[in-house]
């Protein structure tokens, strides 16, 4: 029987996730390696990643290995995946959707946040411009390197804390119990979701990864992620975007701001189900009429 070479990242997450794409292929009668592979984003920890300006840092290793025939599939955090998929490759499933909380790590000696002068941690433009919206006197250090690695520079710092994606730590058993949900800041497009990328003359690996997909996932996805791509964010500007379905209805909430905070633009809309086609599109159209457009030509006239 033909066996399913599953392409990774090597850190503990992106293998935890390989593996459960790994044991659900199992489960259905195919066998199955995972090959893990270092990328970029992995691999120069010394630099913001908005600084790198490469596009799909975290997946053009894996990218390249598929389109080599080096391995059948890749499994990738949905929000780390460029909106364009590179010729050939193609999204085959989009996994049950965990939490989409970013939360805020703290110190086991507590925090005070009214405090003028705080210190956090992140690599992410989204996370801190939302921060700043809010407490705009509070300074931010770039903090990168897997979860497990920013845990631990965390402990080692004089920060107050620093913000993660609740689902990420969760999944490998590392939330802390000093933690506060940040249930106001708007999740990066696809938060919390997993996908499974196919190189597309694969037919095999086609028909056993679609066996994977959830259909209300990749709805919700799919909007965020026009959302992004029509905005045309990444790394280098601050977008959140979420969708959830309740019954057959959309809700949406999506955002741009500035790099510093201080602009923000944030719509709230509900549509049918039946009436999605390109919504994403249609509701990045609205924040940029409404001052998005002022907000990403000042951000570029900076870059």
Not at 114 to 121: D, F, G, N, Q, Y
Not at 272 to 297: P, S
């Amino acid at each position: 029987m033909k066996i399913i070479k599953i392409g990774t990242r090597d850190s503990e997450l992106a293998l935890w996730q390989a593996n459960t794409v790994s044991q659900l292929l199992q489960d259905l009668g195919y066998e199955t390696q995972v090959i893990p592979i270092k990328s970029t984003g992995d691999i120069v920890l010394d630099k913001p990643l908005y600084e790198l300006g490469i596009t799909g840092i975290f997946t053009k290793a894996l990218d390249v290995a598929m389109l080599n025939k080096e391995v059948d599939i890749a499994v990738h955090s949905l929000k780390d995946v460029p909106t364009k998929l590179p010729y050939h490759i193609e999204q085959m499933a989009v996994l049950p959707r965990a939490t989409t909380l970013d939360i805020m790590v703290y110190k086991p000696n507590g925090y005070n946040l009214e405090k003028a002068e705080v210190t956090l941690a992140t690599s992410s433009l989204r996370r801190k411009a939302q921060w700043l919206n809010r407490y705009p006197t509070h300074h931010f250090e770039d903090i990168r390197g897997n979860v497990n690695t920013r845990l631990r520079k965390l402990n080692e710092s004089n920060w107050e804390g620093a913000i993660f994606a609740a689902a990420g730590l969760e999944r490998i058993n590392l939330k802390p119990e000093t933690f506060i949900n940040l249930d106001w800041m708007i999740p990066a497009p696809a938060q919390g979701a997993m996908q499974v990328v196919v190189n597309k003359d694969n037919d095999f690996a086609k028909e056993a990864v679609a066996k994977l997909n959830d259909k209300n996932t990749e709805i919700c996805t799919t909007i965020e992620r026009q959302f992004l791509s029509t905005l045309e964010g990444g790394c280098t500007a601050p977008i959140g975007a979420l969708a959830t379905l309740v019954d057959d209805e959309i809700q949406f909430i999506g955002g741009l701001f500035s790099l510093d905070g201080k602009q923000k633009v944030v719509i709230e809309k509900s549509i049918r189900l039946a009436k999605m086609e390109n919504i994403g599109q249609t509701w990045a159209k609205e924040v940029l009429e409404k001052g998005g457009r002022e907000i990403m030509d000042n951000m570029n006239r900076k870059g």
